[in-house]
């Protein structure tokens, strides 16, 4: 297990294009103890974010104008260096089986519907940066 209080010096990206939204996930994610949050609502700029802020995960929505979250999942995995693992976690108000499907396949490693339980979500949170850091630990 890795202790708690690395996971809560985890870099976490959210990328959504509601402002609102982007404020409740970093509220929630600082009442779990994680300070290192930035949040984007200009999906145009979530890559640039991602190599510029180096995150241990991105909250990334499905539904958004423009360039839409599975464009993003796309181009997140084309920056993705070979030897790392990056997990995203897919919020979306989507329950299609079709939308589950086609972001696991883009590389998402965990969907929540919203609207979501907050303590699952935390849970899901903490199990994906487990997931980074124990690939981290042991790659080196």
Known sequence: MIPSEHL???????????????ALLEAVLRREGYE???GVTDPHLAVERRLAFEPDLVILDLMMPGIDGYALLDALRRV?????????LVLTADTTVEAKRRALALGARDIVT???DVFEL??????????RFLYRTCRA
């Open 114 to 116: 919203k609207p979501f």
């Open 8 to 22: 809560r010096a985890a870099r976490i990206l959210i990328v959504d294009d509601e402002p609102a939204n982007v």
């Open 36 to 38: 290192a949050i930035e």
């Open 122 to 131: 935390g849970l899901r949170i903490a199990n994906l940066l487990e997931l």
């Open 80 to 88: 993705q260096p070979p030897d790392d693992f990056l997990p995203v």
